[in-house]
């Protein structure tokens, strides 16, 4: 009598990679393929519905409902470019493919539009991983254009971290006035002084003068002049055409001189523009001296408390914009 409790499951671990594979063969030598998707430029791609639909719910859409597409044998894709449809076509087959800052533009594009989701956000890993100064303009522009909440906020925290090292980008003359706003308004955007700000956003209304300078009093509402020394503010503020021909700009550099020169209003008349902002980094100066540990507070991270012992008695400079 046969033993019906003994049982044995047995699983081809590659039989899915495998299967897929074959299917992959078929492709290349055009064999049970059942559609051909078309670019715009000319390219044919013959295919399978089924791995098409697999990995695409736009695909899927298509292929099991009435639309018209679903009875045809040639389907024009519209708005991706042939090397982006190839190489989706080719990730639907082998789960592979290789994504530079070459093709990111038309990949993730076209992986958007056809709802690859998997090379989607494969596109956006490979972006968030290798940001910095001369590509985190663009990033920040793709991110923004693709909806990506999370990327834009990346490469937006980035751009503020590193705001002296952007300024010089010519790609920075060509950010909007939301961006710009954005930037300037915010309390972490990390500058050495406000002179900085004041100065970037100058430049790019000069850069374009006809067109941006609508923009200025909207810019220069964020910049925050009490920040500014008095002299820098009298000097070089007060002296800037651009500033002082505009009553509500030359208003900001008043203010900002009167802030200074009668302190005890500060308290009263709490001015938004002379909050300070938050920087990555502060630096303490000492001129003249010796110093000595006094005694360990964190043994752990080697943290101690100095006593400092003045050497020279010397004047030290005032620190200007």
Same mark, same amino acid.
């Given at each position: 009598m046969e033993n019906t409790s003994v049982l044995y499951d047995f699983t081809d671990e590659q039989g899915a990679s495998e299967a897929l594979c074959a299917m992959n063969n078929f492709r290349m030598e055009s064999s049970f393929? %059942?559609?051909?998707? =078309? @670019? #715009?430029?000319?390219?044919?791609?013959?295919?399978h519905r089924l791995v098409l639909a697999s990995?695409?719910?736009?695909?899927?859409?298509?292929?099991?409902?009435?639309?018209?597409?679903?009875?045809?044998?040639?389907?024009?894709?519209?708005?991706?470019?042939?090397?982006?449809?190839?190489?989706?076509?080719?990730?639907?087959?082998?789960?592979?493919?290789?994504?530079?800052?070459?093709?990111?533009?038309?990949?993730?594009?076209?992986a958007s539009l056809l709802q690859f989701l998997t090379v989607e956000n494969a596109c956006y890993d490979f972006l968030r991983s290798s940001i910095n100064v001369n590509n985190s303009l663009e990033i920040?522009?793709?991110? %923004?254009?693709?909806? =990506? @909440? #999370?990327?834009?906020e990346l490469a937006e925290n980035f751009i503020r971290a590193n705001f002296v090292a952007i300024l010089k980008l010519a790609d920075f003359n060509c950010l909007t006035l939301k961006q710009l706003e954005a930037l300037f308004c915010h309390d972490k955007l990390n500058v050495p002084c406000e002179s900085i700000v004041l100065f970037g956003a100058l430049e790019l209304i000069k850069y374009d003068?006809?067109?941006?300078?609508?923009?200025?009093?909207?810019?220069?509402?964020?910049v925050r002049f009490p920040l500014m020394t008095r002299k820098f503010l009298m000097d070089?503020?007060?002296?800037?055409?651009?500033?002082?021909?505009?009553?509500?700009?030359?208003?900001?550099?008043?203010?900002?001189?009167?802030?200074?020169?009668i302190p005890e209003r500060?308290?009263?008349?709490?001015?938004?523009?002379?909050i300070p902002r938050d920087r990555l980094s502060r630096l303490l100066y000492v001129v003249g001296g010796?110093?000595?540990?006094l005694y360990e507070v964190d043994n752990t991270n080697r943290k101690y408390v100095y006593i400092w012992s003045v050497l020279l008695q010397d004047s030290v400079p005032e620190l200007s914009e």
């Open positions: 393929c %059942d559609v051909i998707i =078309c @670019t #715009e430029d000319g390219e044919e791609f013959s295919v990995v695409s719910a736009y695909f899927r859409a298509m292929f099991l409902t009435d639309m018209k597409e679903s009875h045809e044998t040639n389907i024009t894709i519209r708005g991706v470019e042939s090397q982006a449809m190839r190489c989706l076509i080719d990730f639907a087959y082998t789960s592979s493919l290789r994504i530079t800052f070459s093709n990111i533009h038309s990949l993730l594009s076209a920040w522009n793709l991110a %923004d254009l693709h909806g =990506c @909440t #999370e990327l834009l003068l006809t067109n941006r300078l609508a923009d200025l009093e909207h810019l220069l509402t964020h070089t503020a007060a002296r800037e055409e651009l500033i002082m021909s505009s009553p509500a700009c030359r208003q900001f550099v008043l203010e900002a001189i009167d802030y200074h020169l500060r308290t009263k008349n709490r001015i938004p523009r002379a010796e110093g000595r540990a």
